[in-house]
């Protein structure tokens, strides 16, 4: 009868375990990677509040909950990475700067307020807008 109960009791341990990692790897998510040699400027929102971060060189961070604004200060604009939250199982948990400053290729003109260019890595939307500086 021992036996019995111990088997139960370890089974029932496995299974609790199981359902606590499972929860803990859906809420996978994306991690940025400043590879450049610049700090860079990111804005994410958390509990409907906007955290604002300066990420070194060779730092990274998470936590955009697929939505990160990114701004290099050799750049007039903005990156935006949208990307489903939380991040599958098989998809990419991580992508370096220079992965998004290189996505984005395809320039669209919109009037005389501004362009953006769009791009893709993998199942990470990318898009960068910028502004021309205004004359006094």
Do not use: C
């Amino acid at each position: 009868m021992k036996k019995m109960f111990y088997f139960v009791a370890v089974i029932g341990i496995a299974v609790v375990v199981f359902n606590v990692m499972s929860r803990i790897n859906d809420k996978r998510d994306l991690t940025i990677i400043n590879d450049e040699k610049k700090v860079i400027h990111i804005e994410y929102t958390e509990n409907g509040k906007t955290v604002s971060l300066s990420v070194q060189s060779d730092q990274e961070t998470t936590g955009g909950k697929g939505f990160y604004r990114i701004h290099h200060p050799e750049k007039d604009g903005w990156y935006e990475v949208r990307y489903e939250y939380p991040v599958k199982r098989g998809k990419r948990t991580s992508v370096t700067l220079s992965e998004i400053m290189n996505a984005t290729h395809e320039m669209h003109m919109t009037g005389h307020d501004y362009y953006t260019e769009q791009g893709k890595i993998d199942n990470i939307n990318v898009l960068y807008e910028e502004f021309p500086p205004y004359a006094d």
